[in-house]
C-alpha cells in the first residue's frame, strides 16, 4: 500500500517559537495532502487541504496566518505552526489521497508539546 | 458527508470475531462507507470500503444491508492489535478532487485477552 512519512513524530518547543512538520508521500505522486488536528481524547478534525502549487485551502476557524501550509513538490507539504502556544500542543496528522476510490493515506503524526 | 451513529465502545475476546455496526440512514446514492481505524498514538489506517456489495479483503470484511441504511465491518478473528478507534465514514465521489475526511467519535474496540 501507500506510504505517508511523517516527520518529526515528537516535538517540545517553548512558546512563541515555530515549528516545522514534514509530511512525504514516499512511492507515490499526491497533488493533494490534508493536514488534521487530534486533541487528546477527541476525534481527528480537518485542519487543511494542502494543494501542490497553490495555496492551502484552511477549514472555518483555522487561522492561515499561524498555520502555514506549503506544498512545493508532489511528495512534500509542510506544515509551519508559527509562534506557538501552549493551547497549539495536538497530535498533528497528514494523509494523501491515491486513486479515484479517494482512500486517503496517513502519517503517523507528530506530537506537538509547547511549554 | 452524511451522519454516521457508532457505538462508542465495544468489547471482545481475543481470537473471536468481531462485529461493528455504522447506522448511516441518510446515505445518498453515490455515498460509498469507508471504515478506517486508528491504534493507539498512530495515525489512522484504511481499512476497507464499499458501495453496495459486501466487500473483503485481507484485514476485514464489510457487510453492507440491502437498504444501505447500515453497515457492519467483521473482524473474523480479533487479535489484541486489532484494538483501536474505528470509523465509518462515508464518502461522496464526485469526480472532481479529493476531499478531507469528516472523523466523527467512532467505536473504541477493547480485546479481552
Known amino acids: 500500500g501507500a506510504v505517508v512519512s511523517q516527520h518529526p513524530s515528537r516535538v517540545i518547543c517553548k512558546s512563541g517559537t515555530s515549528v516545522k512538520i514534514e509530511c512525504r508521500s514516499l512511492d507515490f505522486q499526491a497533488t493533494t495532502m490534508f493536514w488534521y488536528r487530534q486533541f487528546p481524547k477527541q476525534s481527528l478534525m480537518l485542519m487543511a487541504t494542502s494543494n501542490e502549487g497553490s495555496k492551502a485551502t484552511y477549514e472555518q476557524g483555522v487561522e492561515k496566518d499561524k498555520f502555514l501550509i506549503n506544498h512545493a513538490s508532489l511528495t512534500l507539504s509542510t506544515l509551519t505552526v508559527t509562534s506557538a502556544h501552549p493551547e497549539d500542543s495536538s497530535f498533528y496528522i497528514c494523509?494523501?489521497?491515491?486513486?479515484?476510490?479517494?482512500?486517503?493515506?496517513f502519517g503517523a503524526g507528530t506530537r506537538l508539546s509547547v511549554l | 458527508d452524511a451522519k454516521t451513529t457508532q457505538p462508542n465502545s465495544m468489547e471482545s475476546n481475543e481470537e473471536e470475531p468481531v462485529h461493528l455496526p455504522c447506522n448511516h440512514s441518510?446515505?445518498?446514492?453515490?455515498?460509498?462507507i469507508h471504515w478506517y481505524r486508528q491504534l493507539p498514538s498512530q495515525g489512522p489506517e484504511y481499512v476497507i470500503h464499499g458501495l453496495t456489495s459486501n466487500v473483503n479483503n485481507r484485514m476485514a470484511s464489510l457487510a453492507i444491508a440491502e437498504d444501505r441504511k447500515s453497515s457492519t465491518l467483521i473482524l473474523h478473528r480479533a487479535t489484541l492489535r486489532d484494538a483501536a478507534v474505528y470509523y465509518c465514514?462515508?464518502?461522496?465521489?464526485?469526480?472532481?478532487?479529493?476531499?478531507?475526511?469528516?472523523f466523527g467519535k467512532g467505536t473504541h474496540l477493547i480485546i479481552q485477552p
Open positions: 494523509s494523501a489521497s491515491l486513486g479515484s476510490k479517494n482512500i486517503q493515506y
Open positions: 465514514i462515508l464518502r461522496v465521489y464526485s469526480g472532481g478532487g479529493a476531499d478531507g475526511l469528516t
Open positions: 441518510t446515505i445518498s446514492g453515490t455515498d460509498y
